[in-house]
């Protein structure tokens, strides 16, 4: 059985930090490439940054140079530590590992950017 846990999310002022986990189980994440989606209220759900399973990463434009994502393989781990946190961060950040024709999802953690 595949799973996908999320952590990290919360309450935080903007100008501040968070670090969202995604702990994988039931699959070989080693294999997998891994990204971190958002979706807020009333908006479709956007790829905020992904890495692939040799390490690569890749970011939306608007978290660029704020976000960076990373994978522990040794922990079957993705992070995303996200600084710089501003209002439109606001959103449910969803895990989502994919190989293949595989694609998994996480049930997903709430940030809130907020004063």
């Known amino acids: 059985q595949v799973q996908l846990v999320e952590s990290g999310g919360g309450l935080v002022q903007p100008g501040g930090s968070l670090r969202l986990s995604c702990a994988a189980s039931?699959?070989?994440?080693?294999?997998?490439?891994m990204g971190w989606y958002r979706q807020a209220p009333g908006k479709q759900r956007e790829l905020v940054a992904d890495?692939?399973?040799?390490?690569?990463?890749n970011y939306v434009d608007s978290v660029k140079g704020r976000f960076t994502i990373s994978r522990d393989n040794t922990k079957n781990t993705v992070y995303l530590q996200m600084n710089s946190l501003k209002p439109e961060d606001t959103a449910a950040y969803y895990c989502?590992?994919?190989?293949?024709?595989?694609?998994?999802w996480g049930q997903g953690t709430q940030v809130t950017v907020s004063s």
């Open positions: 890495i692939t399973s040799g390490g690569m990463s």
């Open positions: 039931g699959i070989t994440f080693s294999l997998y490439a």
């Open positions: 989502n590992s994919k190989f293949n024709s595989l694609s998994y």
